[in-house]
């Protein structure tokens, strides 16, 4: 069974400050799927990213960053000089290519983390 | 931004009511899903369509039923609801099973 977990509930950091949101994950599927939602206080659900698991190269977008270690079974995220309109809940999830129904469909089932509530103070 | 709304936004209702919610997509994905996201229990999958006519039932279907009669439409009906069904729901679309979701803006429903 798949499983994400984030370890911190909140965060709460002051305006600048580089901080890190940690997601692990279980998987028994050698080909999987890993990703970071965002849903600001206004509620909707944002796509961020989504990584391969055959591809660990770490990406950069901006003032965003991910860390993917398969070693470990990680999927971190790194906003640097963090900035107000980043506080919201950040989720982590994974998808499985290898999930099926009963019809053969791959349908991805998406697990998500509890998430992690961010609050950047001015 | 994925074209996708969802209609009601908000819908207030009384216990023993159907109530039909409404999701349409305008990017032509072949999978659909429904979420209902509560406090302490994250997002969680409902139902889920991969091709008109093809539904399945996600982790929590009871209580709950869809339709999918269109690629663009995916109906999500509470066919008697409850107050444990006060909740805010999210469709979403994808191209493949098992590549991102992208999310309607939710519908905020509550039942009294």
């Known amino acids: 069974a798949q499983k994400v977990t984030q370890a911190q509930t909140e965060i709460s950091v002051v305006e600048k400050e580089d901080v890190t949101l940690d997601c692990v994950y279980e998987?028994?599927?050698?080909?999987?799927?890993l990703f970071w939602y965002k849903q600001p206080p206004s509620g909707e659900l944002v796509f961020l990213i989504r990584?391969?698991?055959?591809?660990?190269q770490n990406e950069i977008s901006g003032r965003y960053s991910w860390n993917f270690q398969k070693s470990t079974s990680s999927f971190n995220f790194t906003i640097t000089a963090s900035q107000v309109v980043d506080s919201a809940v950040y989720f982590c999830a994974l998808s499985e290519e290898g999930g099926m129904n009963a019809g053969g469909t791959s349908y991805g089932k998406l697990t998500f983390g509890q998430g992690t509530i961010l609050t950047v103070h001015p | 931004d994925a074209g996708i709304t969802q209609s009601p936004r908000h819908k207030v209702t009384e216990t023993g009511t159907p109530v039909t919610l409404r999701c349409h997509q305008t990017?032509?994905?072949?999978?659909m899903y429904w979420y209902r996201q509560d406090p302490g229990h994250g997002l969680r999958l409902i139902h889920y369509s991969y091709g008109v006519k093809d539904t399945d039932k996600g982790e929590v279907s009871d209580g709950y039923s869809v339709s999918r009669s269109k690629t663009e439409d995916f109906l999500l009906t509470l066919e008697s609801a409850t107050s444990s069904q006060t909740s805010v729901y999210f469709c979403?679309?994808?191209?493949?099973?098992?590549?991102?979701?992208?999310f309607g803006p939710g519908t905020r429903l509550t039942v009294t």
């Open positions: 998987t028994r599927d050698t080909t999987y799927y």
């Open positions: 979403a679309i994808s191209q493949r099973g098992y590549y991102e979701q992208y």
């Open positions: 990584r391969n698991s055959f591809d660990e």
């Open positions: 990017e032509n994905h072949r999978y």
